[in-house]
C-alpha cells in the first residue's frame, strides 16, 4: 500500500480565464479500487493527465508508484496483438497473459491475429490484461465501457472487481457498482472521497442535498436580514456626518468637532459589523455549493396519423460476403420504447440507419410511411464543429430551445460561446441529444446516445422518456437505463 498525494493543485488550460481546478488538496490509497464521478466538463479526463505529467501545473502530486492510462497508445494497429503486448510491457510472463485472458473469457488464439482485427470489446479486454500485468503500477482507467456490449459489460465489471490499484471513469451506474470499493467526485465547488460503491455515494448526496434544499429557505431569509442590517449599519456614519453641516434643532449651533468625532466612531462600529454581517453572509452562502442543477427536459413529439410506425419483416443485412444480421421481424408502434441488444457487429445500428433511410443493403420487407419524421441521433461526433448558433441554422432547429436544453444539461453560459470541437466527449454528446429533442418528429431513434455523458444527465433523459413517452427506438449498453426505459426489448 502507498498514498497518492494531491496538495493545493491548481490548472488552468493555456488561453483559459477559469481554473479546472483551484488550491484542491486530497490523498487516495493506490489498493483502492476508486470510481471516479461528476458531470461532463469537469475534468475528470484533465485530472488523469495531470498524474500522468501532461500539463503543468502549480501544487504537488506525489506517489510512490508509476500511473499507467487505458486505452494505450497502439502505434502500428496491423501488428500481431502478442507484439502489441510486448510493445507495451516486454517483461511479461506468457503464463500470466494467458491467466488474465482466461479471466476475461478471451482465447489464447487471439494473441496470433492482427490487432486491427480484433473487435472493439477484445481490444478493450486486450488492453486491460496487459495493463494489470504490471508490478507498482496504479492504473488510470478512462470510460472502458463505451465499445462494450452489455454481456462484455458484466464480464468486464466482475474483472476489475478482482483487481486492485486504478481510477475507473465510468458514468455506468450497475458497472461501477460491481466494480469499485471508493468514489471520487468532482462536485461543483469541490472534490470529495466516499468509501463504497457509486449507490452508497448517490444515496449519501441525494440526503446532502436534500438538507441543503430544506434549508435553502431559511438560509436566503437569514442572508436578507444580514444585508439589511449591514446596510442599515453602513448608513449610521453617514446619517450623522451629513448633520456637521445642518443645525440638530432650529436655532442651535452645531458642534462640528463633536459631531466629527462620533461620525468616526459610528463608522468603525458599523464598519465592524458590516464585516461580521458579510463574513456571516459568505459562510452561509457556502452551504449550498454543491446542489447539482438537474432541470426538468422536454419533449413534444409530432402525433402521427397511423398506430404502425415502422415494420421489419424477415430482414437481412451483408456487406459483401459479411453477413451481420438475418431474418430480423418487429415493428415500431406508437408509444413503443424498443431497446435493440446485441453483441457488438450483430447489425443494431444498420438496423437504424436502414430506418434512417440510409444506404444500406438488405433483403427482406422494410416498410415505413414516407410522411414519417424521424429524429436520429448518432455513435459518431466526430464531425461536430462550429458555433451552437450556427450549428442549430444547419439542423433547422430553434436556436433558443436548443441552448435552453444544454443549459439544463449543465453548459455554462461561457460553453455556449465556444466552439464545439473543443467540448469533451460527453458534450458533444449532449449537443446530438439536445438537436434531436428540438427537432419535430414522429420518432425518434438514438444510436448509444448516453455514451460519456454524466449520470446525472442521464437520469434527467430517463425522467423526460418516462414523463412524455415518446415513440423511441435505441441502442444502449447501460443496463440500468434500458431496465427503466424499454417497454420491448428486441434481440439481435
Known sequence: MSLINVSNLTFAYDGSYDNIFENVSFQ????????FTGRNGRGKTTFLNLLLGKYEYSGTISANVSFEYFPFQVQNKGAMTLDVIEEVYPEYLHWQLVRELNLLKVSEDILYRPFDSLSNGEQTKVMLAALFLKDNRFLLIDEPTN??????????????????????VSHDRSFLDNSVDHILSINKNNIEIQRGNF????????RQDQFELASNEKLIKD?????????????WSHEVER??????????KVDKGYIGHKAAKMMKRSKNIEQRHQSAIQEKSKLLKNIESAERLQIHQLDFHKKELVELEHVSIAYGSNTVCKDVSFTVEKGDRIALY??????????????????????????????LKISYVSQDTSDLGG??????????????????????????????????????????KKVLVAKSLSEQAHLHIWDEPLNFVDVISRMQIEDLLLE????????????????????????L
Open 28 to 35: 487516495l490509497d493506490s489498493d483502492w479500487k476508486l470510481g
Open 147 to 168: 465499445h462494450l456490449d452489455i454481456h462484455a459489460r458484466k464480464l468486464v465489471s466482475n474483472y476489475l472487481r478482482s483487481k486492485s490499484g486504478f481510477i475507473l
Open 199 to 206: 449507490s452508497a455515494w448517490w444515496e449519501n448526496k441525494q
Open 223 to 235: 442572508i436578507k436580514r444580514l444585508s439589511d442590517s449591514a446596510k442599515r449599519t453602513g448608513g
Open 243 to 252: 448633520t456637521k453641516n445642518g443645525t440638530r434643532n432650529s436655532g442651535s
Open 342 to 371: 446485441g453483441k457488438n457487429g450483430s447489425g443494431k445500428s444498420s438496423i437504424l440507419k436502414l430506418i434512417c433511410d440510409e444506404d444500406i443493403p438488405y433483403t427482406g420487407h422494410f416498410r415505413k410511411d414516407p410522411q
Open 387 to 428: 458555433q451552437l448558433s450556427d450549428y442549430a441554422v444547419t439542423q433547422g432547429i430553434d436556436e433558443s430551445l436548443f441552448k435552453s436544453i444544454l443549459r439544463k444539461l449543465d453548459f455554462s453560459r461561457l460553453q455556449l460561446e465556444k466552439d464545439i470541437s473543443t467540448y469533451s466527449a460527453g458534450q458533444k
Open 468 to 491: 412524455y413517452s415518446p415513440t423511441l427506438l435505441f441502442v444502449e449498453h447501460d443496463s440500468e437505463f434500458c431496465a427503466n426505459i424499454a417497454t420491448r426489448i428486441i434481440e
